[in-house]
């Protein structure tokens, strides 16, 4: 029979074969019972087809996230070989060098896995280039959102969950970096110790719980186990999540143009575009990592051999993120007070406290610099670095100080490869950790002084195009072509608001008004960033067109 009867609105009807519907497939009566209960259809359709801009800065964060997964992945295959423990044993192994020397358990599973587990080496090594490309990652992606403001309103509170990741990626990375018990690793740890134990009154305390007694105890690998990959790989987790809900949440940053406001985001769509982008960009990181891992090697541990207090190796050196805090200490004198029958050891305990000031001054600043300026917009427009040159400056000014205390933690390498004294080398870095910022800053703010002229110029007389035109009278001129309006609206669309002034501080009637501290501090800072001294002041539309006309 050709005719089925179908129900349609409640009714029945008769139809072809035809026209009959075709019940739903498993898979759709699987997304129907998923969607409601979870409304997944609903957040998809607000979500799937968000738009995002297009520029390469931007995959900088995605380096992040696609290495802090490879770490995760390759974390979970060593975890299933490794040992945490401390207790000794005779090594009789794959490794003959080191057969019939005593080391430590978790000593004896890195060497396992380096020469008798399939594959254990590659992945090892693929772990410690991703641990350090994470961290290289995290702090160019925070760089640049720094030097463009994107941590400005609404994106303070993403700044603060980037900024934490950032901290505990070295917590991290120090606790991983000491589960080998190698010598050099053991080496790092008793650093530590060291800083530990300078706290005044509760530093052997800490010393002693951490450690279970005595330097270097028994329980310190056990318990850095854990830590490194539960707790704070779960912490971190659970940041990246709300960090990336609060990139979907807020619009996209994206760099000036035509057709881009506070209001509108110019780019892809997230499915499918962005997605096979990622897809693809994640699959390259991931190559590039492995690529890196098989032919680079990285902590050679049996190389060093296992730790042992009464030795050092020559050369010990942490990894490139940790090298700036070894080298406050390196460089400090080694200065002390005895009173009272304790020693307070300054020259520990002063660059211990430095580090984590350096880190806390790049979490407080978006709110330093919003209290300064008492903007409360939302900022969706990202800055050109030379239109904020003090912002500009102090970022430079703070990888200069960086940089210049990685060469203090290195100092014996760089003595031994340059045959220079490392005495020279130290005070080198104790000079110029004083010295460089500021002039990192003077130089930083004169060249974005000196970009914002060229700019001015270029939006006046256009763009110079080396072709050179003979006058009726004689005079040689070059020939300068106009811009187009997309980039003349880039090279002026950024304001220049006039800085936080104090007032009067008399009234109409003579009356003197009370101006606090904080007033005068922010008015002075606000000068100093927003001035006038800050900027070249922009064409304006007069200015443009009476040139145009004249030149025309």
Known sequence: MDDAARTVNGQA??????????????????????????GIYALAKANMRKVFPDHWSFMLGEVCLYSFLILILTGIYLTLFFEPSGAEVVYHGTYQPLNGIIMTKAYESTLHISFDVRGGLLIRQIHHWAA??????????????????????????????????????ILT????????????????????????????IVGSYISFFL?????????IISRFFPIHVLLLPGIMLGLVVAHLILVFYHKHTQYAGPGRDQKSVIGMPFLPVYMAKAGGFFFLVFGILALIGGIATINPVWAFGP?????????????????????????????????????LELGVLIPFSLFPLFLLAIGVYPFIEAWITGDKREHHILDRPRNVPVRTALGVAWLSEY??????????IVATHLHLSINSITWFVRISVFVVPVLAFIVTKRICLGLQRRDRDKVLHGRETGLIKMLPHGEYIE???????DRLFVLTQHEQNPPYEIGPLEDANGVRRRVT????????MSKGMFGPDTHIKKPTRQEYRELSNKEH
């Open 13 to 38: 009807r008769v139809g072809s074969s035809a026209d009959r519907v075709e019940p739903p497939g498993k898979g759709e009566k699987l997304a129907d019972w998923a969607d409601g209960r979870l």
């Open 132 to 169: 350090l490309v994470f961290v290289a990652g995290m702090v160019v992606h925070m760089m640049r959102v720094f030097f463009t403001g994107a941590f400005r309103k609404p994106r303070e509170v993403n700044w603060l969950f980037g900024w934490t990741l950032l901290f505990l990626a």
């Open 173 to 200: 990375g120090l606790t991983g970096y000491s589960l080998p018990d190698d010598l050099l690793s053991g080496t790092g740890v008793r650093f530590a110790d060291g800083a530990i134990l300078s706290i005044p």
């Open 211 to 219: 450690f279970g007694g005595e330097f270097p105890g028994h329980d």
């Open 307 to 343: 730790y042992r207090p009464d030795l050092v190796t020559t050369g010990a050196q942490p990894d490139w993120y940790l090298g700036f805090s070894e080298g406050l200490i390196r460089v400090m004198p080694g200065w002390e007070i005895n009173a009272w029958g304790h020693t």
């Open 403 to 412: 940089f210049v205390l990685l060469i203090g933690g290195g100092n014996d």
């Open 479 to 485: 020939v300068h072509e106009p811009l187009s309006q």
């Open 517 to 524: 501290l904080a007033q005068r501090v922010r008015a002075s």
